[in-house]
């Protein structure tokens, strides 16, 4: 994979190319392995490189841009001649920043080189210890393991220049009944993939598999829910975008208040709510730049259940008087940023069950869509495993249900909460999400899916 | 992985030169061959059983115009976005020891072809030792041949100016109610030069061209705090630049103006059981996630378990009934202009259309080469689809529509025939289950129906049904002259994820007694 000097002597060129005041330059270079697997056999396995080059140039305010993947000289000539066509006759922005200088930027992420250079012989043995244990319970096996090696540089023509290199990993198990009358799922993204635990995940997906079995219906309603921590991340992270500052200003955000001004500074959340992004943890990769290019640091979102920070973009900052937060995927709409954390607490998931009289444990939910941009609230649909609660205890097997619901209200109806581990939900988005107990969660349809 | 010399110094041929102009030729371009070539000789040598290549050229344009009021002076400032991606590589696919290998780069060189071939066979013989049964391909002819979206000019060609001015004029006249607090439009253009060869005898050559807009109004009330969005989105076409001006963005501009304004302060619905009539451009979405989704074959199999789900339609639904007799959906490969048209799918195989559901009986799934022998059949519906040259084909949905109605229905006679009911146009949230049961849609405006009259403009609705009752519960679609098709850009399936563009085609149809809900 390229290094960082490849990447600033790649860099160096493309900015000596350009005739604009303004160029930025982003460098991508991925390197993706993975093996698929469904009916207890291998379906894919695929090997993918991947690199861009784009370049965006100003002048007068006026900005184009061009990402290119072809690297010989003539094509990158080429992208910056075609990007600067673009800008000259692209109305000036006024909402264009002059270009940030150097910057010193901090090192995030814990590298695991084995988990960059992962292939099948890394991989193939999970799958086998996967579909051996499902074949072994006449049960089917379907899954994904895969690794992802990127690295990102930016420069740009006031002397700024930054590197990254990161590595990942995932598996993720469903594990069905021949007939279709039961599901189970278990996944564990990490930075290492010599840490997934495929006999632990084969054995998590099987037991949830055996217990679902045949799910009786219960009615609709307000239910006091366990959301394991899957299912907890699926919702909580879905807050990002209502923290940042420009739309809650813009009276667009839960945190708008009527008539103007904000929630900054109010108590929302019970006091044991703490949400923070931390790009220096090393459970999860991070960027060590924000989108704006400022050396990221670690933010406090609500604390203690007090609204702590809302996210102003550099532009938003100059406009308010305020200084840009250095966050990135909270606060900008993108809330599929990999350092959000939710602090939890010692409770196991066994204890959160045992404190709840009656309710539901929900493994975790799928297909998500916003109803509500403002209220955030949602709806989807529990998967692979519900189960009724009766006096601390897991009873019976409970037919999935649709739910609507805000990640606000959520948090604002928690009552306690579990061990935080890192989670990805099955749409993509990751963070380090606590297990939790919330009453009055809406389950107002059921689904009759298996 | 490639290396670092390989990285900065990447020799390939550009793009540009070595796919040519299609239009011109009904043979591919002669150095698209010779490094087809190279794919299917090292296959051979390695004595893989099947191998096809496609080298691929994405492009992608994106100009957008935001008019919103700086903060402080209240001055409206025109915020624009000009970006252009292009990518070029290819992908391998092999099939050894009866398993599938398949490796990708984006270095396009005899010798980078001829290595990534040898990695996707070293992929495929690790495969086979976890692989209960040898893929097996329907036969497909062999063809040589070069296909392109029909159009007479090529969008990349139009000079930018002339989108930017279209742009401003439409975000304009969206901004000239003070009560709109911001407006924008966009225009994207894709197209992708495709080369397609493989061990079968087929050397294929394709250009699809891609053009999506849109103008939106936002207004907020910030006494009550609440925001709406209005949305136009014309029906996005494979097209040349020629189907601009028939989007009518500047005319539906004033239209969304008007209605974020009504929308802001429109009613809640009451919520229940009511009649539905939903327009084309909503009905769309419901068609592809509750009709052509569940008729995928590899979800039906188990194939798509472990992300996007199985399905409702399990194979002992073949020849039953699955929606009332109002409903035949054609999946369709051919449909003018539709995002799923093509000449050939990635696997070489012709486009066609076929039946998914006949006056609401099912009656075939969606299939790949691989799929077609597991359902009885001789032959692929044409439906294998990779979102990149970096990624591996498996089955995509063709164009679904849903055929007209009799000439004599009209809107208005569906209008009529509702006492209490919601009409609904535009895209909303929209969620659905695995299997395809369970779904909830709302919609970008709603108006209320009562007494067989399309009354004032209501506000917070969503409907939810369980999918086979609610295409039960169709009881009548408009004729040939209300059918219209509307595309979806960003369908994701598949793991890793691929995403898909398709279109979706119906005339407004009426649906009784569906679970009316009030949102947020």
């Known amino acids: 994979m390229m290094t960082r000097d490849e990447a600033q002597k790649l860099a160096r060129k493309v900015l000596g190319l350009a005739t604009f005041p303004e160029c930025q330059v982003t460098i991508t270079a991925s390197e993706q392995a993975y093996t698929r697997f469904a009916n207890n056999g291998i379906t894919t396995a695929s090997l993918n490189l991947r690199h861009t080059v784009a370049v965006a140039v100003t002048r007068e305010g006026r900005s184009g841009v061009m990402t290119v993947n072809d690297l010989d000289d003539a094509s990158l000539k080429n992208a910056i001649k075609k990007a600067e066509e673009l800008a000259a006759i692209a109305p000036p922005n006024p909402e ?64 700024l220049f930054g590197y990254h290199a990161s590595a990942d990993s995932q598996l993720t198990t469903t594990v069905r009944m021949a007939d279709g009358s039961s599901s189970g799922w278990a996944g564990q993204p990490s930075t290492r993939l010599s840490q997934i635990d495929s006999k632990q995940l084969a054995a998590v997906a099987i037991e949830k598999c055996g217990r679902w079995k045949n799910p009786q219906k219960l009615a609709p309603g307000n239910y006091t829910v366990v959301l394991e921590p899957t299912a907890a991340g699926d919702l909580v992270r879905l807050m990002a975008s209502g923290f940042s500052a420009r739309n809650t200003d813009e009276g667009r955000t839960f945190l708008s208040k009527r008539g103007g001004g904000n929630l900054l500074g109010e108590k929302v959340f019970p006091e044991f709510v703490t949400i923070r992004s931390d790009p220096f943890d090393p459970r999860q990769p991070s960027s060590p730049w924000t989108s704006d290019l400022l050396p990221t640091s670690a933010i406090t979102w609500v604390d203690q259940g007090m609204i702590a920070s809302l996210a102003y973009d550099r532009y938003w900052a100059g406009k308010t008087g305020k200084a840009p937060t250095p966050t990135i995927g909270f606060g900008f709409g993108a809330p599929a940023g990999g350092s959000i954390t939710m602090e939890g607490s010692n409770a196991t998931l066994d204890q959160l069950i045992g404190s709840v009289k009656r309710g539901l444990l929900i493994t975790h939910f799928w297909y ?83 | 992985m490639f290396s670092r010399r390989d990285f900065l110094a990447t020799s390939a041929a550009f793009a540009g030169q070595l796919f040519g102009s299609p239009q011109n030729s009904k043979i591919p371009a002669p150095d698209l061959e010779k490094l087809g070539d190279v794919a299917l000789r090292e296959a051979r040598k390695y004595k893989a059983t099947y191998c096809d290549i496609r080298i691929v050229r994405l492009r992608d344009q994106r100009v957008g115009l935001r008019l919103s009021p700086e903060r402080g002076t209240g001055k409206t400032l025109a915020v624009p976005n000009v970006a252009e991606d292009s990518s070029f590589g290819f992908g391998v696919r092999v099939i050894v020891n009866g398993a599938w290998g398949f490796a990708s780069s984006p270095i396009v060189t005899p010798a980078e072809i001829a290595r990534v071939t040898g990695e996707a066979v070293i992929i495929a013989k690790a495969n086979a030792a976890i692989q209960p049964k040898p893929v097996m391909l329907a036969a497909v002819k062999a063809y040589r041949d070069v296909w392109s979206t029909p159009h007479e000019k090529d969008p990349f060609s139009v000079p930018m100016a002339e989108k930017l001015d279209l742009l401003r004029r439409v975000t304009e006249e969206v901004k000239k109610n003070a009560k709109v607090f911001s407006g924008s439009a966009s225009l994207n253009l894709r197209s992708e030069d495709k080369y397609f060869c493989s061990s079968e005898g087929s050397s294929i050559q394709q250009l699809i061209l891609q053009i999506y807009g849109t103008a939106d109004a936002t207004a907020v009330d910030r006494e009550n705090n609440v925001s709406r969005t209005r949305t136009y989105t014309p029906t996005q076409a494979s097209a040349g630049w020629e189907y601009v001006p028939e989007m009518n963005l500047e005319e539906n501009a004033s239209r969304i103006r008007e209605e974020v304004v009504e929308h802001l302060s429109a009613p809640p619905v ?154 609904i146009d535009g895209r909303g949230s929209y969620s659905i289950d695995q299997q395809r049961y369970n779904f909830q849609f709302g919609g970008d405006a709603f108006w209320e129906i009562k007494g067989g009259k399309k009354g004032r403009m209501i506000s917070r609705v969503s409907y939810q049904a369980r999918t086979p009752d609610f295409w039960q519960a169709c009881d009548g679609t408009a004729g040939p002259a209300y059918w219209r098709q509307f595309g979806t850009t960003g369908d994701a399936k598949g793991e890793p994820t691929q995403i898909n563009s398709i279109s979706h085609g119906c005339s407004p149809t009426r649906f009784r007694q569906i679970n009316v809900l009030l949102t947020d």
């Open chain 1, 96 to 159: 264009h920043l002059p270009l940030l200088g150097a910057q010193q930027y901090p090192e995030t992420h814990d590298f695991d080189e084995r988990t960059a250079n992962a292939r099948a012989p890394e991989m193939i043995p999970h799958v086998k210890t996967i579909i051996d244990a499902s074949i072994s319970r006449k049960m089917v096996a379907a899954g994904l393991v895969e690794r992802t090696h990127r690295v990102t540089a930016i420069a740009n023509s006031a002397g």
């Open chain 1, 368 to 450: 998500i869509r916003p109803v509500n941009p403002q209220t955030l609230q949602q709806t989807g649909l529990t998967r692979d495993g519900v189960f009724l609660i009766e006096d601390g205890k897991l009873t019976t097997p409970v037919m999935n249900f649709r739910f609507m619901e805000s990640p606000v209200r959520l948090l604002k109806n928690t009552v306690k909460l579990g061990q935080a581990v890192r989670v990805r939900g099955l749409e993509g988005g990751m963070m380090i999400a606590p297990s939790l107990v919330a009453n009055d969660f809406p389950l107002p349809s059921i689904s009759d899916a298996i």
């Open chain 2, 270 to 423: 009451k919520p229940g059981v009511k009649d539905l009539l939903l327009m084309p451009n909503h009905l769309m979405l419901t068609i592809h996630e509750s009709v052509a989704h569940p008729t995928e074959l590899d979800r039906a199999l188990g194939y798509e378990a472990n992300y996007a789900g199985t399905s409702y339609v399990t194979m002992d639904k073949i020849g039953k009934r699955i929606a009332s007799e109002h409903c035949t959906f054609i999946g369709d490969r051919t449909s003018p202009r539709a995002l799923a048209t093509v000449g050939y799918d990635d696997e070489g195989v012709k486009a066609s259309q076929f039946t998914i559901i006949d006056k609401g009986i099912f009656r075939n799934y969606q299939t790949t080469r691989e799929q077609a022998h597991l359902v009885g059949d001789k032959e692929s519906h044409g439906c294998s689809q990779a979102d990149s040259w970096a990624t591996v084909p498996f089955q995509r949905m063709p164009n679904v529509y849903l055929q007209a109605g009799p000439r004599e229905t009209t809107l208005e006679s569906l209008i009529a025939g509702i006492e209490d009911g919601v009409l």
